[in-house]
């Protein structure tokens, strides 16, 4: 916990936050499903635009998952903006969140979401 990898004076480091919502590929209302995950997508683009934190990146669907990219500074900041967002709605259980403290392969810190609130 806490902020140690937190290099948002440096512009020059890309840290990220990856949220992974775990979908019913079998079920009949993975429509209904999908429509609420666009609802909240839309409303964490909307939350990081107007914070200017950093930047929504799009999203991906497949193989069950339902993935979200964010990207700026500080991946501390794109989380801490992002629970509140994420809390709203009843995420499935296997959901997470993934904050990384830099380009892809840097260290990555997971935290598991379900049930509508961060774990």
């Known amino acids: ?22 979908i019913g590929e079998a079920k009949p209302v993975v429509r209904e499903e999908v429509q609420k995950l666009f609802e909240l997508e839309e409303e964490l683009r909307k939350a990081i635009e107007d914070s200017r934190v ?4 799009g999203n991906e669907i497949g193989s069950g998952t339902f993935t979200m990219y964010a990207y700026g500074p500080s991946a501390e900041k794109l989380w801490a903006l992002a629970m509140p967002v994420l809390a709203k709605y009843r995420l499935p259980l296997g959901s997470h969140a993934m904050k990384r403290y830099g380009k892809p392969g ?7 979401l379900g049930n509508g609130l961060a774990n």
């Open 1 to 22: 916990m806490g902020s140690t990898n937190d290099q948002s004076s440096n512009g020059s480091v890309e840290q990220a936050l990856i949220i992974t919502i775990t």
């Open 54 to 57: 950093g930047e929504y990146d």
């Open 106 to 112: 840097a260290k990555e810190e997971r935290i598991p």
